[in-house]
């Protein structure tokens, strides 16, 4: 069955500056499909061409095997990034007022806004104005804005960033159920790591352009990177860099990625001659790691620029 | 599906459920309805007595003098205290120091009357017509007529002086409140549209609206909410003089003619005005900027006002009072003093329904296009000639 969404050839200029380059993506019904990639890749020009909130330079947008309409659009949902409410307005009211405007009746908005309130655990804030809601529950109010209108189609711009590990595992849910209900979802995240589990199948973009795609287990199959991970600290001038290289350090282990042909065991003999080693494992490669393969990119581009200024 | 109409009238109604929840529509509308109501009523109040009670000193002046002074005070409907001084220089200490408003000093023939530079003009008149009053008096008895003689020969034909423009000034005060209320409301709901426009676009709830509603379907919801809620305002003001119009009590000359003109070119330049500002305000990226955007706005409205208000008969208010943009200040204020012609009423009210229909057209364009693109303030030559 092909994707109900397509995109074919989308690009999209700023003055000088390419911001798409010929973007081929499809959304799978019943997958969780994710548009990611590092800040400035293109991610959010990309869905607001999908939303038609701007006429890409070349390119279309299909829904259901014909280019898209703008009823086709009105009857999807967009979560921008952040913000994407009125602050000044009650919970309740703005989600009746956003659903009527796509066509439902009074009553039926309300109705559709308790239920979804009831299920975000908001039901008791629905007369708070957004303004006096904490970051966490004004992301799923604008989660509920975007979904009260039951669209079959639902697009999440950065719905993860800022969010606390228990709203994360919260909206992750949200976000699965609406994919195992048959229905349609796409999201799109810089936080890689973060994001890993949930994803589906991908799609990553860098500086425009499409660097890998395709369902992410298989994409990891197949990828020749091996890594070898370790627990604690690694000094680089253990290994000779044609056997491995310090892929990434964080707190408590280090990933090194293997040559091609290297023999893991000889390169964690190598760490085991300077310390001890309690726990490892031979791994495919992480999301990031796939993507800076991939794009052949410095690892810089992957810190995030919230973490960065924090 | 939902029809275009039906979306306008959801943003629109948003606009105006948001205004009637916070605090200033009703602090503003409340003033509007004290200000006017005093207005109505304080003329009522103050205005039934405008007789002045006179203190007058005087020195050694004839009894017949007094009396006759005292006939003629009381004539006009005036009270007269007359205060004994001791000499001319206590009356002019009593002059000087306001304890009396005039003296009248005498020295046998020679009589004075002594007063504060440029004041109290009416009471001279009326004691420089008792003194030659009191010498004809004098004159008479002198010559031997009785009392009864002389009254009838002082009594002569009643005299009624006739003011042209008698109710100029009052016109004049009517332009110049309808030209400060006008101003001030769409000042205010030009404000708002314009910081709503750029709270949307900042905010990005203009992205998840642009998909459900067409941007024309955007602006022209929000400038009919932002429109509604002035109205309301002005109807606020209006209010307590159609209440005195209905219970048959007088009104300022004027007022009825300008309100009525007032209402009509008030919504001409709400119109023109608000879609100016939607589109202006579409321009910037933050809603701090968007009273920059609309200044060239502001500066033409505040300068439309001071004309209506202060000079509503000048040359140059014949003319900005035909011109769109002006006129909605201008023309009502023009139409209360009294100096539009038909010509100049009709003239105004084309341009202005022309103007409001190329703005609806060229705001459009530009909020259009200018909405969608974020991240830097936005000149509005590039958004007009680049698609």
């Known amino acids: ?310 | 599906m939902i029809s275009r109409w039906e979306s306008v009238r959801l943003v629109a109604g948003r606009e105006i459920r948001q205004a009637l929840r916070g605090k200033s529509f009703w602090v503003t509308a409340a003033l509007f309805a004290l200000a006017s109501t005093a207005l109505m009523i304080l003329p009522e109040v103050l205005g039934g007595d405008d007789h002045r009670s006179y203190e007058v000193a005087v020195v050694d002046i004839p009894e017949v003098a007094a009396e006759q002074l005292a006939a003629i005070v009381e004539a006009a409907g005036d009270e007269l205290e007359l205060v004994d001084a001791a000499s001319v220089d206590e009356a002019r200490r009593l002059v000087d120091e306001d304890e009396v408003h005039l003296a009248i000093a005498a020295d046998g023939d020679d009589v004075r009357i002594i007063v504060q530079a440029g004041e109290e003009d009416d009471l001279v008149l009326l004691t420089r017509q008792a003194l030659a009053s009191a010498h004809l008096v004098g004159g008479l008895r002198d010559a031997g007529l009785g009392d009864a003689e002389v009254e009838a020969l002082l009594s002569g034909p009643t005299v009624r002086v006739d003011e042209l423009d008698a109710d100029q000034e009052s016109r004049e005060q009517a332009a110049f409140l309808l030209a400060l209320s006008l101003y001030f409301l769409l000042f205010i709901a030009m404000m708002g549209v314009a910081a709503n426009v750029a709270l949307e676009k900042s905010n990005r709830v203009m992205e998840v609206l642009l998909p459900v509603a067409p941007p024309g379907v955007l602006l022209f919801g929000k400038v009919l909410g932002a429109g509604a809620v002035a109205s309301a305002t002005m109807l606020a003001g209006a209010a307590p003089v159609l209440v005195k119009l209905g219970v048959g009590g007088d009104l300022p000359e004027g007022l009825g003619a300008a309100l009525a003109g007032g209402i009509v070119w008030f919504l001409l330049g709400a119109a023109l005005y608000l879609i100016l500002a939607g589109a202006l305000a579409a321009l910037v990226d933050r809603q701090e900027d968007s009273g920059v955007a609309i200044g060239p706005l502001s500066i033409v409205l505040i300068g439309a006002y001071m004309l209506g208000g202060t000079a509503p008969e000048s040359t140059i208010s014949r003319v900005f009072g035909v011109l769109p943009l002006t006129s909605p200040m201008v023309m009502p204020a023009r139409i209360a003093v009294g100096a539009a012609s038909v010509g100049e009423v009709v003239a105004s009210l084309v341009l202005g329904v022309l103007a409001v229909v190329a703005a609806a057209r060229v705001g459009g364009l530009v909020y259009r296009r200018a909405i969608v693109r974020t991240g830097r303030r936005l000149k509005l030559r590039e958004v007009l000639t680049q698609g």
Request: hydrophobic share 45%; aromatic share 4%.
């Open chain 1, 1 to 310: 069955m092909p994707a109900l969404l397509q995109a074919r050839g989308i690009s999209q200029r700023f003055g000088d500056r390419v911001v798409l380059d010929g973007v081929d993506f499809e959304v799978p019904s019943g997958r969780v499909v994710g548009l990611l990639g590092p800040n400035g890749a293109g991610k959010t020009t990309l869905m607001r061409i999908l939303f038609g909130v701007l006429p890409p330079d070349a390119g279309e947008v299909r829904w259901d095997g014909r280019v898209a309409t703008a009823a086709d659009r009105r009857s999807w949902g967009y979560m921008p990034q952040e913000r994407g409410l009125y602050r000044d307005m009650p919970v309740l009211d703005q989600l009746v007022w956003m659903a009527r405007l796509r066509g439902l009746d009074t009553a039926t908005a309300r109705g559709r806004a308790m239920d979804l309130l009831d299920r975000l655990n908001l039901a008791d804030r629905a007369d708070d104005k957004v303004q006096e809601l904490s970051g966490g529950m004004a992301q799923r109010v604008q989660l509920a804005a975007a979904m009260v209108h039951e669209p079959p189609l639902l697009v999440l711009d950065e719905p993860f960033a800022g969010l606390d590990p228990v709203a994360v595992e919260f909206l992750s849910q949200v976000v699965t159920d609406h994919v195992r209900a048959g229905r349609n979802l796409l999201f799109s995240s810089h936080q890689l790591d973060l994001v890993e589990d949930l994803c589906e199948d991908i799609t990553l973009l860098h500086r425009g352009r499409v660097v890998l795609q395709g369902d992410l287990q298989e994409l990891k199959a197949a990828s020749p990177d091996r890594h070898l991970r370790v627990d604690g600290p690694v000094d680089p001038a253990w290994i000779p860099p044609e056997e491995a290289t310090v892929a990434r350090t964080t707190a408590g282990e280090t990933r090194l990625r293997l040559q091609p042909g290297a023999d893991p065991a000889a390169v964690l003999d190598r760490v085991r001659a300077h310390r001890p080693v309690r726990d490892f494992g031979v791994e495919a490669p992480t999301l990031s790691e796939l993507f800076l393969a991939a794009a052949g990119a410095d690892p810089g581009v992957l810190v995030d620029d919230e973490e960065a200024v924090a």
